[in-house]
């Protein structure tokens, strides 16, 4: 064979090769996805703020022996009743806002991001690696921001000090437990409770509805150790034995982790029904 002959054979081969699919984005009405990725996230948020900011700063003051949990739920509330503005305008709802609406709105954007790399529909929603990871990260970054402003806000006194670092991983690592719980369980538990309940019930109440709840309240009961070491970091200082900082966690772990599921269930329960709904409803007619 004429050495140039062998010299074309792979080029000829290459020519016959069966060229690869293009790969298909699903751009379809994306900028109007991206904004109702905001708009869900965003008043979803601002729905729960309220409740939230009441629970946390409870939280924070008996914490801190500033007020009794009963007393500055009191208090808060009857000042969110007789004078709305005063809430609704203060810093504590803002930062409320910021972390809940942040978090929705992350965990909705990387759904969408998704949905039109993989041509998947609009109202395609995930549940893997990627949504913890982006939905942790946004959340543990500005709770820590919230919390550490909390802190000094409702703290034990004194001029503020800055926020320990262990206080910082507590707080980051109570927060992962609860996107994990909130984001990544719910999909996978939803399906399984629909299998088992009952046909009637579940034409009122679907599983991933009741998974979204439960789960996400669950965890807390785990998480609240965490937080409440956390906040005796900060208010006593790092003179303390270990032994008299879990007779305050122990001391404070029931009422704080029904405290905490109370503010739970709206911001991942509520919070996150409404948002995956109103999102859900909005891409189906997008698509």
């Given amino acids: ?17 069966p060229l690869a699919e293009p790969r298909i984005w699903n751009t379809k009405n994306l900028g109007l996805r991206l904004a109702t990725d905001f708009v869900s996230g965003a008043g979803a948020a601002s729905m729960v703020a309220p409740l939230i900011t009441v629970i946390d700063k409870a939280i924070m003051q008996n914490a801190s022996g500033q007020a009794s949990l009963k007393n500055s739920l ?3 509330f009857k000042t969110f009743l007789l004078r709305p503005h005063n809430l609704i305008f203060s810093k504590p709802f803002a930062l409320i806002c910021m972390l809940y609406g942040g978090t929705y709105v992350t965990a909705n ?3 969408t991001l998704t949905s039109t790399a993989k041509n998947k529909t609009a109202s395609h929603v995930t549940s893997g690696t990627a949504k913890f990871a982006a939905s942790s990260t946004a959340n543990v ?23 320990p670092l262990p206080s910082y991983a ?3 690592f109570r ?3 609860t996107i994990f719980a909130s984001f990544n369980i719910p999909p996978l538990l939803g399906p399984v409770l629909s299998r088992n309940m009952n046909k009637e019930l579940e034409k009122r109440l679907s599983g991933q509805t009741v998974a979204q709840f439960v789960a996400p309240a669950g965890i807390q009961i785990l998480s609240t150790p965490m937080h409440l070491l956390g906040l005796d970091l900060y208010n ?6 270990w032994a008299d900082r879990w007779q305050i966690v122990k001391k404070n772990w029931a009422v704080s982790a029904v405290a905490r599921i109370c503010r739970i269930v709206p911001a991942f329960g509520v919070g996150g029904v409404v948002n995956r709904k109103f999102r859900k409803h909005v891409m189906e007619k997008l698509e």
């Fill in 236 to 241: 006593r200082g790092g003179k303390v034995a």
């Fill in 74 to 76: 009191k208090d808060s």
């Fill in 141 to 163: 970054g500005l709770c820590l921001i919230k919390d550490s402003t909390f802190a000094k806000m409702f703290g034990s006194g004194g001029p503020p000090r800055p926020v």
């Fill in 109 to 111: 954007t990387l759904d």
């Fill in 170 to 172: 507590l707080f980051a």
């Fill in 175 to 177: 927060d992962c437990l």
């Fill in 1 to 17: 064979m004429d050495p140039s002959t062998k010299s074309m054979a792979p080029l000829a081969k290459a020519a016959e090769a």
